[in-house]
């Protein structure tokens, strides 16, 4: 399975927008590019996915390189509910649909 | 809809002993997951289901069996609890698996054993 690499923690301020990288040099050309966060003692919850082009939703916005190599999750304006652990994965290119999580990036919100 | 639920959400268990973790989900979803967190851990996958009556290792499935009779029923079973088991499982499901559709998580169950 083609791997992530998130930065361990992020610190951001209420009400700013929220930068997220991700680096995926190994994506494969079927592999979606899915971002889950983790609140507090809940389980994982979808944030976005996408393969090629950059994607929009009422959470937050994908921006991914040209190359796919790269991508970066988006929050417009954090809340101190964003604080969460930030997955970025890449899907499986059989169709299992099997999602392996990495460490995550650890957000931290401050008012 | 209620998604995904896990029961029981918290169970002490001594060594040795077996218990069953549910997950139902009533989505109609054919893909269903099971992963553990260990504190202060991203999640690994233990066991998955493609459909019912299949079912498959994922990458820590040692000490553990799964079934899968329907679409909507998905439990995990823990035949000798051993401390390292001591975990918050997530059960979660898909409505397929190349990945257009994304997972719904339940709300975990937390196991200690002792």
């Known amino acids: 399975d083609a791997k992530t690499t998130q930065p361990n923690s992020m610190e951001s301020n209420e009400e700013e927008p929220v930068h997220l990288p991700c680096n995926h040099s190994t994506i494969s050309g079927t592999d979606y590019i899915h971002w889950y966060r983790q609140l507090p003692s809940q389980g994982p919850e979808y944030v976005i996915h996408g393969l090629t082009s950059n994607v929009n939703n009422r959470m937050a916005s994908l921006a991914i390189a040209e190359d796919r190599k790269s991508s970066t999750l988006i929050l417009h304006r954090a809340t101190l509910r964003d604080a969460a652990v930030y997955y970025c994965i890449l899907g499986n290119s059989g169709n299992t649909g099997k999602l392996i999580f990495g460490q995550g990036t650890t957000l931290q919100v401050k008012p | 809809n209620a998604g995904v639920t896990q029961t029981p959400k918290f169970r002490i268990l001594k060594i040795g002993q077996s218990m069953t973790l549910q997950c139902a989900q009533d989505?109609?979803?054919?893909?269903m997951y099971w992963y553990r967190q260990d504190p202060g851990m991203g999640l690994k996958l233990i066991y998955y289901?493609?459909?019912?009556?299949?079912?498959d290792k994922g990458e820590v499935p040692n000490g553990y069996n799964v079934s899968r009779s329907t679409t909507e029923d998905f439990p995990l079973r823990l035949e000798l609890a051993a401390p390292s088991q001591t975990s918050v499982y997530f059960c979660a499901s898909s409505y397929a698996g190349d990945l257009r559709y994304g997972y719904t998580f339940g709300s975990g169950t937390r196991l200690t054993v002792v």
């Open positions: 989505m109609n979803h054919n893909y």
């Open positions: 289901s493609v459909g019912a009556g299949i079912t």
